[in-house]
């Protein structure tokens, strides 16, 4: 199995929408809530989204890159289609109840739900999560009353009042257009933790969608990252979401 492919589409897919607006205000005085509603007002509005990216995956064996083409129904499909030099190398097809993927190299695939996945990833994942990471979105509900806020850098730093058991979250939101500059989860007593980092948007149709996405997942000694660049972006266009397992291909063993 192409490891580094299967681990460069899913982190895409965690890795899972309105007119940006702006709060006015100086940053001392900007409730939590103002934050927060800007931060979802941020969030581009789009009924369905073409976009070419081009992926880097690194461990410390290897080093891969691949073109993917994404494609967006939003809160319904996400379809990636992964190649190298125009030749099909994977494609996946995730809804809200249900992940399917196969490779061609290999000739195997995978067919169910979330939980397989999320066990061997090793942290939980869903389709709102994949599609907030894919648009520059925070990955869990920012609720009101619930997270405190404090300046740094001249951005908004969030976390929760209490945070769970062995989990830690925290964002950071730019201050001039309230995306994601930054998103940390981590689980201490098991050596984990994930890195989203955004370095600037892109304006389009009016709404603001994310030019790299850079992901670093480390579990104690070992470190993946991923880089995403977004090539081209298309919302509102006509697609549509072939995805067929082929024949004789053999299911995954996750």
């Given at each position: 199995m192409?490891?580094?492919l299967l681990l460069a589409l899913f982190t895409l897919v965690l890795i899972s929408c309105k007119?940006?607006?702006?709060v006015t205000g100086s940053a001392e005085d900007l409730a939590v809530k103002n934050i927060v509603k800007s931060h979802y007002d941020a969030s581009p509005d789009f009924n369905t989204l073409a976009a070419r990216i081009?992926?880097?995956?690194e461990d410390e064996k290897k080093q891969q890159s691949i073109t993917v083409s994404l494609r967006m129904e939003k809160d319904k499909v996400i379809w990636m289609k992964?190649?190298?030099?125009?030749?099909?190398?994977?494609?996946?097809?995730?809804?809200?109840?249900?992940?399917?993927?196969?490779?061609t190299v290999g000739g195997t695939y995978?067919?169910?739900?979330?939980?397989?996945?999320?066990?061997?990833?090793?942290?939980e994942i869903d389709f709102k999560k994949a599609q907030a990471i894919l648009l520059g979105q925070s990955i869990f509900p920012i609720e009101n009353g619930q997270y405190t806020s404090e300046i740094v850098a001249d951005n908004y730093k969030l976390q929760p009042k209490t945070q769970p058991f062995n989990f830690i979250h925290s964002l950071v939101l730019l201050s001039g257009n309230?995306?994601?500059?930054?998103e940390t989860l981590s689980q201490p007593s098991?050596?984990?933790?994930?890195?989203?980092?955004?370095?600037?948007?892109?304006?389009?149709?009016?709404g603001l969608y994310p030019s790299e996405i850079h992901v670093t997942a480390s579990e104690k000694d070992s470190t993946t990252k991923i880089d995403l660049?977004?090539?081209k972006i298309e919302p509102n266009v006509s697609i549509n979401f072939p995805f067929d397992i082929p024949d004789g291909y053999s299911e995954m063993k996750l």
């Open positions: 192409n490891k580094p007119g940006t607006k702006t081009y992926v880097v995956y992964a190649s190298l030099i125009g030749i099909t190398l994977a494609k996946a097809k995730i809804t809200p109840d249900r992940v399917s993927y196969y490779e995978f067919d169910g739900d979330f939980s397989l996945l999320s066990e061997w990833l090793g942290t309230f995306k994601i500059a930054s098991e050596g984990r933790i994930l890195t989203i980092r955004y370095d600037d948007y892109q304006t389009i149709e009016g660049t977004y090539r």
